[in-house]
């Protein structure tokens, strides 16, 4: 299937500080990325769908403010965690259209701990 | 009323049987239908779509959809250990993303 490169794969940062995911789609051009946020034994929840040259779009209750989403080109978008707390600790997950409305493919995912 | 509606399980089942999955959704336009599978701590990894009413089979897996019903299953067949894990339903409403359910945690013993 086609590649989907998530860095980092674990972060420890501290708290009120900011932390950046980037998201890349290694062999193909992904016109729209999704974040999602996982926390333990729980589903994966849709922060926000993220389409390259435009805003995000954030789900409900999701603070974009907060989780700064950037789209700048086709194979790359990027998730920053502002001013992070301990209730931001979660594993934040990457995934990427092949083609619009078909099979999405997911990055390793990045485990946030906020201390 | 949740978008997508899974059992979280576990379901539990001997090696060698059939393993069902089963997922409700909500909107009734809805497209696309996978299947993911997570091991704990990864990230998930997909195994099936379905777009047509009917079944679709991949060597040991069948996705099964009925969209009168709003309804997707998955079964896997000759269940093996390895295949313990959470699988994922998920949902492609016509509003351009992707919807999970919480997904069925599956425990295949020896």
């Not at chain 1, 333990?40 to 995000?56: F, I, R, V």
């Not at chain 1, 907060?66 to 080109?73: G, T």
Request: proline share 4%; aromatic share 12%; glycine share 6%.
């Amino acid at each position: 299937g086609a590649v989907v490169s998530q860095h980092p794969s674990w972060v420890i940062c501290k708290s009120g500080t900011s932390v950046k995911i980037e998201c890349r789609s290694l062999d193909f051009q992904a016109t729209t990325m999704f974040w999602y946020r996982q926390f333990p034994k729980q589903s994966l929840m849709l922060m926000a769908t993220s389409n390259e040259g435009s805003k995000a779009t954030y789900e409900q209750g999701v603070e974009k403010d907060k989780f700064l989403i950037n789209h700048a080109s086709l194979t790359l978008s990027t998730l920053t965690v502002t001013s992070a707390h301990p209730e931001d600790s979660s594993f934040y997950i990457c995934s990427a259209w092949l083609r619009l409305n078909t099979e999405a493919f997911f990055g390793q995912g990045t485990r946030l701990t906020v201390v | 009323q949740k978008e997508v509606e899974q059992n979280s399980g576990p379901l539990s089942v001997p090696e060698g049987a059939i393993a069902s999955l089963n997922c409700t959704y909500s909107d009734r336009g809805s497209q696309s239908f996978f299947w993911y599978r997570q091991y704990s701590g990864k990230s998930p990894e997909l195994i099936m779509f379905i777009y047509s009413n009917g079944d679709k089979e991949d060597g040991r897996f069948t996705a099964q959809l009925n969209k009168a019903s709003q309804y997707v299953s998955l079964l896997i067949r000759d269940s093996q250990p390895s295949d313990s894990a959470t699988y994922l339903c998920a949902v492609n409403p016509p509003s351009d993303k992707l919807i999970f359910g919480t997904g069925t945690r599956l425990q295949v013993f020896p």
